[in-house]
Structures are given as structure tokens and as C-alpha cells.
């Protein structure tokens, strides 16, 4: 049994698009492209490196696949370049590794080395592959396909990086179709830039109480039954 691992960078609300500079993704006029750049600094690196250091094949939906296809296959790998920079080599060279599994209905327009489609059923192939042997499937980006997974229930763990400034608008980590779900936090800790580093795993379902009276006054029923 593979698990389903969410990796994101959210804003305070819930932001996640184009985290990483001004044309990666400026769908609906989204003015804040980059908005990580000056938050990021040695304890987020580190966490991203431990995260890409295990074993994982990464789960994409197509427009992050065409982001990433753009340009992590063309990162200078050869260390005498007066281009190379090992950060980005190490991911470049795990990305380029692993299997890419992609929601697309251009299967045949993957032209990424161990690029596969999930098909034409998406929650299928997730399934087909989460059943099966192999690395954990590691999502980054892909907004819309996180709706599909979260709202059938398909989400193992959330690693998330949640960055101290609020964007007010654009594709977020979680949309109205996301089911209830509870989570349990496993690994916590904050970089200096004021970034917090939270990893969840899934637990159970949602589990409610009360803090109320258990005798409420007359206020508080009058209150109740001017809601329904």
C-alpha cells in the first residue's frame, strides 16, 4: 500500500498559487507571483531536502507538470559550470528519476522522461497506484487535482510550509468539496523567516463536543430556536 503525500506552500489563508515567481501560474490576474523568494532561508531548505531525500514518485495535475517539465529537466547538472547550483541539481536530478505520474487528457504530449498518465479515470489510477508496491506518491503544486483527491478521501499526510502573509485571492489548498476529515500533527517547528514547517497524517474522522450548559438558560433557547 503506497501512501498519499500532500506537499505545499500556503499562505495564512490558504493561498497557493505561484509561489515561486511572477509567470509561473498568473491565472486571474494573480499579481503576487514569487511571494515565498523572501521568506526562504536555510530550516525551509532543509525540510524541503529531507522531504525529496526519501523515496517518492511525484503526482502532478497537468499545469504544474507543464511548470516543472519546463524547467527541472533543463538545470545545469554538470558541477564545472559556472551555472551550477547543487540545491538546484539535487532536485532536478531526483525529479527527473522518479515516475511522474499526470492527470492529463494529452497523455501523449508527456514528453518528460518516466512521465505516465493516470488515464482517463483519475480517481482509478490513483487508487490502481496507491494499492500497488512502490514509493510514497508525493504531490506538489496541482491545485485542482488536490480538489479530486481530497474529496474522495485519497490524502495520507499534509506537509506543509505556511508562510507569515495573507494573499486574499487565488487557487487554495483546500476547496468547498473537500470532505471532513481529521489530522494528526507528527512534526512541527518555525524557520527564523516566520515560515511554519507542519507535517499531518490522517486520522479518523472529524470528532465534535460541547462546551455548553448542560442546563442553558432560557436566553440561550430563545437564541437556538431563532436559528432554525
Do not use: C
Not at 496507491?130 to 514509493?135: A, H, L, S, T, V
Not at 499534509?158 to 487565488?170: D, M, T
Not at 476529515?181 to 472529524?206: H, K, M, N, P, W
Amino acid at each position: 500500500m503506497r501512501k498519499l503525500i500532500v506537499g505545499a506552500m500556503i499562505s495564512l489563508d490558504g493561498v497557493m498559487l505561484a509561489p515561486g515567481g511572477p509567470e509561473e501560474d498568473p491565472t486571474g490576474g494573480f499579481k503576487y507571483g514569487g511571494w515565498v523568494f523572501n521568506y526562504f532561508d536555510d530550516a525551509l531548505g532543509q525540510e524541503i531536502s529531507d522531504s525529496f531525500s526519501e523515496q517518492f514518485d511525484l503526482l502532478l495535475g497537468r499545469k504544474t507538470y507543464d511548470i516543472f517539465a519546463a524547467h527541472w529537466p533543463h538545470v545545469e547538472l554538470d558541477r564545472a559550470a559556472g551555472t551550477f547550483d547543487e540545491g538546484n541539481a539535487f532536485i532536478a536530478e531526483r525529479f527527473n528519476a522518479v515516475t511522474k505520474y499526470v492527470a492529463t487528457h494529452r497523455p501523449d504530449s508527456l514528453d518528460w522522461v518516466n512521465s505516465e498518465s493516470l488515464g482517463n479515470d483519475v480517481v482509478a489510477g490513483v487508487r490502481a497506484l496507491k494499492k500497488g508496491d512502490g514509493p510514497a506518491l508525493l504531490t506538489q503544486g496541482s491545485t485542482e487535482l488536490l480538489q479530486t483527491l481530497f474529496r474522495h478521501d485519497l490524502v495520507d499526510e499534509l506537509r506543509l510550509l505556511v508562510f507569515p502573509l495573507v494573499l486574499g485571492r487565488g487557487k487554495r489548498l483546500f476547496g468547498d468539496g473537500a470532505i471532513p476529515a481529521g489530522f494528526r500533527l507528527t512534526r512541527s517547528s518555525a524557520s527564523q523567516s516566520g515560515a511554519l514547517i507542519a507535517r499531518y497524517e490522517r486520522d479518523g474522522e472529524v470528532r465534535s463536543g460541547s462546551f455548553a450548559a448542560e442546563q442553558p438558560s432560557e436566553a440561550e433557547l430563545e437564541r437556538r430556536r431563532n436559528l432554525k
